[in-house]
């Protein structure tokens, strides 16, 4: 079976930095994604990764480690537009072979003054 | 109109109701989805196409009926839904199933309310 988790909740101030966590049990691991999503919108493609190790992309990064099964999301300089909720999916087979992404409840974000 | 884009935004039926989401990307892709999005659960995939074709369908009850009439278009047809079935409908679209990394793009939703 495929299974994601990931903190419910978290709170951050203006200009720091937060790290979401994200652990997952998959079979046919392909790929982890992040994906943003403002309440009342749609999800928005954030970042990739299939390989070790981090990636960066502006304020955001994020981190894969396959062997532990262990993602990160990290973002920097946090603004207020960056309250939202943070998907974690994971890219793994189904018993028909079929490639899905398999998301995690999200952990919603609350960036504060 | 750029993206993907879904019709209705919300939608209040009873539960004896027939009606029909509809979902159109406008990039080009090949692949389509329909996903669930409850409160506090995770995102659910329901159905995928792939250039019109269905190829997957994860143990959806027969009251929600996909159509796919080409690869810029989907459907979800409604038909007598159980107030458990209130939620958010999303649609997504990517390059195909496939191609790495596959990343998908959503609309905004449809915001489904059974009475």
């Known amino acids: 079976g495929q299974n994601i988790d990931q903190p419910t909740e978290m709170t951050a101030t203006e200009g720091a930095i937060v790290q979401i966590n994200c652990t997952y049990q998959?079979?046919?691991?392909?790929?982890l994604f992040w994906y943003q999503q403002h309440a009342g919108e749609a999800p928005t493609f954030l970042s990739y990764?299939?390989?070790?190790g981090l990636e960066e992309k502006g304020r955001f990064s994020s981190f894969l480690s396959r062997s532990k099964g262990y993602s990160y999301l990290l973002l920097k300089e946090l603004q207020m537009k960056d309250s939202a909720s943070y998907l974690c999916?994971?890219?793994?087979?189904?018993?028909?072979?079929?490639?899905?992404?398999?998301f995690g409840t999200g952990t919603r974000l609350l960036v504060s003054p | 109109e750029t993206g993907v884009t879904q019709t209705p935004r919300h939608l209040v039926m009873g539960m004896t109701n027939k009606k029909s989401l509809k979902c159109e990307q406008h990039?080009?892709?090949?692949?389509m989805y329909w996903y669930k999005q409850s409160a506090k659960k995770p995102l659910e995939l329901m159905f995928v196409?792939?250039?019109?074709?269905?190829?997957e369908n994860n143990s959806v009850p027969s009251r929600f009926s996909p159509e796919c009439p080409n690869s810029s278009h989907l459907f979800l047809h409604l038909h007598t839904l159980q107030p458990e079935d209130s939620a958010l409908y999303l649609c997504?679209?990517?390059?195909?199933?496939?191609?790495?990394?596959?990343?998908?793009?959503f609309g905004p939703g449809t915001r489904l309310t059974v009475t």
């Open positions: 997504a679209s990517s390059q195909d199933v496939g191609h790495l990394p596959n990343e998908q793009y």
């Open positions: 998959t079979s046919g691991f392909n790929g």
């Open positions: 990764n299939v390989l070790d």
């Open positions: 999916a994971v890219r793994g087979s189904t018993n028909t072979g079929f490639q899905k992404l398999v």
């Open positions: 990039l080009g892709h090949n692949a």
């Open positions: 196409y792939s250039l019109e074709e269905r190829v």
